[in-house]
């Protein structure tokens, strides 16, 4: 089956860094979601990208879907103590389910 | 409502024990999905209900595991004999008609399970 393979597993940065954190599957892919999940809470869309080599910004957060439809790519400019949480990227597989990736843990220190 | 609701958010149960776990989502969504997220881990899917469609449940991991949405709305998630490799946060999510322009799940804040 499709696999989404995210990295890095986890990151530990300080505030006002920037943070890059990639996702790559097995197959192409249409579309290509990211979500934040917070402790305690369920996952959360941040952006969604449905065009090879579409970028898309949601505030400090940018997003890439990559031209070969295998990738896709998030940063995050001048991290914040609240961009605390696991980041998922997901894309649809078979019959509209999302297959998600392993997730980027990010953690931010003062 | 405004968003996906379940209920409980926590249930500690004994080994051996049956459990339901509540899905509300969000009112004219279609699509509705059971997720298992176990600690530390990804989301591993279970269930998935379309409209009045057979729903597609190629991810439940054993017998034990049966769902059903009701009139086309709520949801519930049913294990049975529960086993101490059962505990997890489960996640329920929604959606508009996937083949409409997809546009992502909303996600509920999911009901941690443990199984003692």
């Known amino acids: 089956g499709q696999q989404l393979n995210q990295s890095p597993q986890s990151m530990f940065i300080q505030e006002g860094e920037d943070v890059s954190m990639n996702c790559t599957s097995s197959?192409?892919?249409?579309?290509w979601l990211w979500y934040k999940q917070e402790p305690g809470e369920g996952p959360v869309l941040l952006i969604a990208?449905?065009?090879?080599?579409e970028l898309t910004s949601n505030g400090r957060l940018t997003a890439q879907f990559g031209i070969t439809r295998k990738d896709s790519f998030l940063n995050i400019s001048a991290s914040i103590p609240s961009d605390v949480g696991i980041y998922f990227c997901a894309g649809p597989g078979t019959a509209s389910k999302l297959t998600f990736g392993t997730g980027t843990r990010l953690q931010v220190t003062l | 409502g405004a968003g996906v609701s379940q209920s409980p958010s926590n249930k500690v149960t004994e080994k051996g024990k049956d459990v339901e776990l509540r899905c509300d989502p969000i009112?004219?969504?279609?699509?509705l999905y059971w997720y298992r997220q176990s600690l530390g881990q990804g989301l591993e899917f279970l269930i998935y209900?379309?409209?009045?469609?057979?729903?597609?449940k190629s991810g439940l991991p054993s017998d034990r595991f049966s769902a059903e949405r009701t009139g086309g709305s709520v949801s519930t998630l049913t294990i049975q004999r529960t086993q101490q490799e059962d505990s997890a946060v489960y996640l329920c999510?929604?959606?508009?008609?996937?083949?409409?322009?997809?546009?992502?799940?909303?996600f509920g804040s999911g009901t941690r399970l443990t199984v003692v």
């Open positions: 009112s004219g969504h279609t699509a």
């Open positions: 197959s192409i892919f249409n579309t």
């Open positions: 990208l449905y065009k090879a080599g």
């Open positions: 999510a929604s959606s508009f008609n996937p083949g409409q322009g997809f546009r992502g799940y909303t």
């Open positions: 209900f379309q409209g009045n469609s057979a729903p597609d």
